[in-house]
């Protein structure tokens, strides 16, 4: 048993592409370089599945990622913005289990992680969902980045 991971963009008309992982990394490395233009001056939907995969076959999704990615009018990621968000999610995981930061004295709680994070994320319908598990499963065919 293997896991693999599967990235897909959802159009703004909900049509699913999928997007290479080493694709995506050349993306976030690179984004002068590796554009997708289609996506330009838009933030569009992401999501990242991870697939079990027995004897080379997908076999069930074990997690999925929803996130939101930024394109600037010539087709870049907005690395920035991205990297942000996801440093934000990593800090709330971790205040989740170490415990939020709390000022001494006081009740506020510091919050701007969480909102930088929730600003990177989105929640599909359950209709949606459906066809992403079965896109990233390899059951439904989806136009490729």
């Not at 992982?21 to 599945?49: C, N, T, W, Y």
């Not at 907005?78 to 009740?107: E, Y």
């Not at 919050?111 to 319908?125: D, K, T, V």
């Not at 969902?129 to 980045?145: D, F, H, K, N, V």
Request: proline share 3%; hydrophobic share 45%; aromatic share 6%.
């Amino acid at each position: 048993m293997t896991y693999s991971p599967r990235t897909l963009i959802v159009g703004p008309d909900d049509t699913l592409y999928r997007l290479a992982s080493a694709k995506f990394s050349r993306m976030i490395d690179d984004p002068d370089s590796h554009r997708l233009e289609r996506f330009a001056g838009q933030r569009v939907r992401m999501v990242e599945a991870i697939v079990e995969v027995r004897e080379r076959v997908p076999w069930a999704v074990v997690r999925l990622v929803y996130e939101i990615l930024g394109f600037d009018a010539e087709g870049r990621l907005d690395r920035g913005a991205f990297m942000r968000q996801n440093v934000a999610l990593a800090d709330s995981v971790v205040d989740r289990v170490v415990g939020g930061s709390v000022t001494t004295g006081a009740t506020t709680v510091e919050a701007s992680s969480r909102f930088i994070a929730r600003g990177g994320c989105w929640q599909p319908s359950s209709m949606l969902e459906r066809r992403i598990l079965r896109a990233a499963l390899g059951e439904i065919a989806c136009a490729r980045l």
